[in-house]
């Protein structure tokens, strides 16, 4: 495999010949697309993490984001009961790799700005649109959009170490992910304001307290008592699963793409604007005068 393209593992050896070879004949197709993320087929789920390669700190360019919505595209067809979502090294993910989105509003901003706004809009729904389980394993910081599409998915189990921050009014942008709609209903007004106004930077226990995430776990064994529970989930019914989340999710999603809408066409504004486009080439100059 060339250096540039994403490592694929399939676990399906013990599967039946028919199987193995639809495993075989869908996993050389994604292994010439995806270059961003490692995808791994496990028996019974699919693991997706975020390992960039041409971003900093498992931050999101529209590359990425594509990545990962085609892998959760596949997901939703095959076999898998559900997905697990993590990243490689010690960084969950840092959001919007706004070096990246500078970089292409500098020229035709109003062109770039359409379809930076709409990749970002079409990775949304497609946390909100997948039928399965989504749990995320968070290793480390969450930022930005990195931290908002959280309650979008079903279970978050964090290492303690783990920390949340949605500080958008820093980066001159406003939020994203659905967080308008999802941070009040979880944590109230008032804890929702100061993530996404004030930039509140909440650790894993807080956040667990806040009912962004589910469990905290310790460092030393957090790998293990994620897998421990994804044995227990894996042990579940398809069909079951996918319907208890129904249950759960029922008459959400049509609000959730309203607000995903909405939050989008602010992006839009706030990057086709002069002041916009200013406030965030500070906050970029500010980032790498700071190393």
């Known amino acids: ?108 901003r109003k ?16 946390f909100i649109e997948f039928k399965k389980p989504i749990i995320v394993s968070v290793n480390g910081p969450a930022i930005g959009l990195g931290a908002s599409i959280l309650p979008l998915c079903d279970v978050v189990w964090a290492n303690e170490k783990a920390w949340f921050q949605t500080p958008y009014t820093r980066f001159g942008q406003s939020p994203d992910g659905c967080s308008t709609i999802t941070f009040p209903k979880i944590m109230g007004r008032a804890a929702a304001n100061e993530m996404l106004i004030n930039g509140w930077k909440m650790n894993a226990q807080e956040a667990c307290d806040k009912g962004l995430v589910s469990q905290v776990f310790w460092s030393e064994t957090f ?15 398809s069909f079951v699963l996918e319907n208890s989340k129904a249950l759960v999710r029922y008459n959400m999603n049509v609000e959730l793409k309203q607000a995903n809408v909405r939050e989008c066409e602010v992006l839009k504004k706030i990057w086709a604007s002069a002041q916009g486009m200013e406030y965030m080439l500070k906050y970029v100059q500010n980032k790498m005068d700071s190393f």
């Open 1 to 108: 495999m060339r250096g540039k393209e994403r490592k694929v593992i399939d676990d399906a050896r013990d599967q039946p010949l028919d199987k193995r070879v639809r495993f075989s004949v869908r996993l050389l197709e994604s292994a010439s697309t995806y270059k961003d993320i490692v995808v791994r087929k496990k028996d019974g789920f699919t693991q997706i993490l975020l390992s960039t390669r041409s971003t900093y700190n498992n931050t999101l360019n529209r590359e990425v984001m594509n990545e990962v919505k085609s892998a959760l595209e596949i997901a939703a067809v095959d076999d898998s009961k559900f997905v697990l979502l993590s990243a490689v090294g010690s960084v969950f993910c840092c959001g919007l790799d706004f070096d990246n989105i500078v970089k292409h509003l500098k020229y035709n």
């Open 111 to 126: 062109r770039a700005t359409v379809k930076l706004v709409d990749t970002i809009k079409n990775f949304v729904n497609s």
């Open 223 to 237: 790998t293990q008592e994620v897998m421990v529970r994804i044995q227990e989930i894996t042990s579940c019914n």
